[in-house]
Each structure stands twice: as C-alpha cells, then as structure tokens.
C-alpha cells in the first residue's frame, strides 16, 4: 500500500502563486510515476501534470508554461508549483502515484485525499 498526504491548497487572488506538495509512504520503493490530478465542481477530474522516476513530465495544455512538477525520490515528495493562476484553476487538487506491482509489473494507482484550490478576487 501507499499513503499520499498532500499540503499546500488554499485561497489566491488571479495571478497569484500556490505550491502544492504531495508525500508518499508506505511501499514506496516500486512507484513509478507521480502527478496531479484536479477536479472542478460538475467536471470530470482532469490531468495536471506528471512525472516518472526518471524526471520525464508531462502537462496538460491548459497549464503549461504555469505550472511546473518537481519530485524528489530521496524525499518521496513531489511538488507542484503553480503560477499565474486563473480562477479557471480553482479545484481540488489530488496527488496520484502509480506503483508496479508483481512479477508482471502491474499497475496500481493511489490517490491522495485532495487540497482545494481557489482562485479569486
């Protein structure tokens, strides 16, 4: 099992700056990748970004340019450093880790509880 806890949400004004960080414990030593995933009221919870073990990422189109994944295998966290923000933005945030699992590496996915995000004036 892995546990996620994620920190960081809050209230912001349009433009303004939030950095979000997500911690994983428990059997760590297989995940593979790690992202954010957000999810806006009446809307299906969307991609944010990821990032493999290898540093590789990838963004949603919407957040390019604005927000930027890090992650530290050392420390187990990754860290999700949001810029310029619109009130578009504003969701819960969710932490998802993918660890493989077995002989034939299987996927199994984790979630964290979610940070609300609110973007405005």
């Known amino acids: 099992q892995v546990q996620l806890v994620e920190s960081g949400g809050g209230l912001v004004q349009p433009g303004g700056s939030l950095r979000l960080s997500c911690t994983a414990s428990g059997s760590i030593f297989s995940i593979n990748s790690m992202g954010w995933y957000r999810q806006a009221p009446g809307k299906q919870r969307e991609l944010v970004a990821t990032?493999?073990?290898?540093?590789?990422?990838n963004y949603a189109d919407s957040v390019k340019g604005r927000f930027t994944i890090s992650r530290d295998n050392a420390k187990n966290t990754v860290w999700l450093q949001m810029n310029t923000l619109k009130p578009e933005d504003t969701a819960v945030y969710y932490c998802?880790?993918?660890?493989?699992?077995?002989?034939?590496?299987?996927?199994?996915?984790?979630w964290g509880q979610g940070t609300q995000v609110t973007v405005s004036s």
């Open positions: 990032i493999t073990s290898g540093g590789s990422t």
């Open positions: 998802k880790a993918v660890r493989l699992a077995g002989p034939d590496l299987r996927p199994l996915y984790y």
